[in-house]
């Protein structure tokens, strides 16, 4: 069974903390991990799709990785707008399969 | 580019009643489409996927009769929940895949919807 799981489930640092969100997948066939970010009450905000293993990409203080078993949101020098839920997901095989979800993780970046 | 939009963003109803929900893709085309379900503080829960032409696939669990869904168009796809109860009200967000162009295969998520049943 195709899973999704990312952690840690809820990060608070402080403004300029610079850490990283996990996700880890176990599927039949990666087609795509996507990043996410979900703001209260509002629909998930494109962030990221990495293809496959040693890929990276970058957008202002975030910066995506893959590897063949997990990937990584890096996150630099946060600030406080940068909270919100970091949604992991994995497309698997070809056709119009959805997008696997992880439960996400919730972060706070506090002043 | 790339946007998804969701109409309406906010709706409240009677109980037995019946609501539409539009999603549109605006700038790119969707062969298929996506609807979720999500509870407070939990993730995203799939109700079905849409495919333009063609009859919508439901998760198991999901009421076909009760969430009606049209894809009639490559931008448009809609929701209708029928005979709506307060178990039925939540935030229904619609995806998009791009099915052409430099953003092929990515999924973008409209705004949401949040239905109140009272």
């Known amino acids: 069974e195709d899973q999704v799981t990312q952690s840690p489930e809820a990060l608070r640092l402080q403004e300029g903390e610079s850490s990283s969100l996990n996700c880890s997948y176990t599927v039949s066939g990666l087609r795509g991990l996507f990043w996410y970010r979900q703001d209260p009450g509002k629909g998930p905000e494109f962030l990221f799709t990495?293809?496959?293993a040693g890929e990276e990409k970058e957008k202002e203080r975030l910066k995506a990785t893959l590897t063949k078993k997990e990937s990584f949101l890096h996150i630099t020098a946060p600030k406080p707008e940068d909270s919100a839920t970091y949604l992991c997901a994995v497309r698997v095989l070809s056709g119009n399969t959805p997008l696997v979800f992880g439960k996400g993780t919730r972060l706070s970046v506090i002043a | 580019g790339a946007v998804v939009s969701q109409h309406p963003s906010r709706v409240i109803c009677k109980s037995g009643t019946s609501v539409k929900i539009e999603c549109r893709s605006l700038d790119f085309q969707a062969t298929t489409m996506f609807w979720y379900r999500q509870f407070p503080k939990q993730s995203l829960m799939l109700m079905a996927t849409?495919?333009?032409?063609?009859?919508?696939?439901?998760e198991q669990g999901v009421e076909k009769d009760k969430f009606l869904i049209n894809h009639a168009s490559l931008t448009l796809s809609t929701l209708t929940v029928t005979s709506a109860h307060p178990e039925d009200s939540s935030f229904y967000i619609c995806?998009?895949?791009?099915?052409?162009?430099?953003?092929?295969?990515?999924?973008?998520f409209g705004p949401g919807t949040r239905l109140t049943v009272l």
């Open positions: 990495l293809y496959s």
């Open positions: 849409s495919n333009e032409g063609s009859k919508a696939t439901y």
């Open positions: 995806s998009a895949r791009a099915s052409t162009g430099g953003i092929y295969n990515e999924q973008f």
